[in-house]
């Protein structure tokens, strides 16, 4: 198993794993983005995130980590794991810590000051996840606000 950069020939498989990411959370009328507005926001000219893939000994993508940069007022330039993706046939083999691993070492390599994220609060499987391997803070106190543009 090896986690390497993202290519722009991997999208049709990265969106994939975010469409079982969606039917996992029951939301799968929900992802609305496409193989072209990933290309273009990834690898276009002012590429907006950046992600990982982890490929088994076959060379076949079982999951992904994306992540884009952020500032914080109080605490500088940020990485935001926007997802990590480890399809479920493949949970519980070490993919997702690997994935994890090498997004907070993008983070260091960038100047970052910290990594954020955010994780559904019944998703147990990910709060013991976090919790167990990188003694994560979880803040229970912010509520998440977003207004559609389109």
């Known amino acids: 198993m090896k986690v390497r950069k993202g290519k722009k020939e991997d999208l049709p498989r990265v969106l994939e794993l975010i469409k079982e ?4 959370e029951k939301a799968p009328e929900q992802v609305e983005n496409t193989v072209e507005m990933m290309e273009k926001d ?9 992600f990982f ?25 940020r990485l935001y794991l ?8 493949e949970r519980g083999n070490g993919i997702g810590k690997k994935l994890f691993d090498r997004t907070i070492q ?9 990594m ?6 019944w998703n147990e499987d990910a709060i013991n996840f976090y919790r167990k391997y990188y003694q994560a803070h979880l803040d229970a106190e912010w509520i998440n606000c977003s207004i559609e543009l389109n």
Request: glycine share 14%.
């Open 116 to 121: 954020v994220w955010q994780v559904l609060d």
């Open 53 to 77: 893939v982890a490929e088994n000994e076959e060379d076949s993508i079982v999951g992904i980590s994306i992540y884009y940069y952020r500032y914080s007022t109080w605490k500088g330039k």
């Open 21 to 24: 990411l969606a039917e996992y």
């Open 106 to 114: 993008q983070g260091k390599d960038s100047g970052c000051t910290g």
């Open 42 to 50: 990834g690898f276009g000219e002012n590429p907006v995130y950046g």
């Open 82 to 89: 926007e997802d990590i993706v480890v399809t479920e046939s």
